[in-house]
C-alpha cells in the first residue's frame, strides 16, 4: 500500500544572516500498514533532524487510494480565509517570502543555483554571480 505525510521542521541556522524557516515534507513510502507506515515516516523525521533543524513533532499520515490514476493528490492544506482571492494568494502563496532583503532589514544570504545565477535563502532575490562577486570585491552586500 502507497502511504503519504506531510510534516513541519524549524529551520534556525548558525548563519546569522539566514532568516528561520519552516518547511512542510510532503513524504511517501510503501508499507503494510498505518503502524509501518508510520515508524518509516518517524525515522525518516529523525534522520532529518540536524543541529539547524528540528522537528515540530506535527504530521499527518494517510493512505493513498488512487493507485490507477495518472495524476496523485499528495497532500492538500486547507484554510478558512475571509478575503479575496487575491488577498489570500497574496498572504498564503505569493508572499513565502518578501521580494528583497531590503524590505525586511535583513542581509542577503546567498547560494549558488547554477553555476551562473545565485539565489537568497531569506528573499526573491535572483541574480547573476558575476554580480554578487563584484559586489563582495568591492564592499557592496
Not at 487510494?65 to 480565509?81: G, L, Q, W
Request: net charge positive.
Amino acid at each position: 500500500m502507497k502511504f503519504g505525510c506531510i510534516c513541519v521542521f524549524k529551520h534556525n541556522y548558525h548563519n546569522k544572516n539566514r532568516i528561520t524557516q519552516y518547511e512542510e515534507r510532503v513524504l511517501l513510502t510503501y508499507a503494510n500498514s498505518y503502524k509501518e507506515a508510520k515508524e518509516k515516516f518517524l525515522l525518516e523525521f529523525k534522520e532529518y533532524e540536524s543541529d539547524e533543524s528540528i522537528f515540530l513533532n506535527e504530521y499527518e499520515i494517510f493512505k493513498i487510494t488512487e493507485p490507477n490514476k495518472s495524476v496523485i493528490e499528495v497532500a492538500s492544506s486547507m484554510k478558512v480565509f475571509d478575503g479575496t482571492d487575491s488577498q489570500y494568494l497574496n498572504r498564503y502563496f505569493y508572499d513565502q517570502k518578501p521580494l528583497s532583503c531590503k524590505d525586511k532589514g535583513w542581509q542577503h544570504c546567498w547560494y549558488n543555483i547554477d553555476n551562473k545565477k545565485v539565489g537568497c535563502y531569506n528573499c526573491q532575490e535572483i541574480r547573476n554571480n558575476k554580480d554578487i562577486f563584484l559586489q563582495k570585491v568591492k564592499g557592496f552586500k
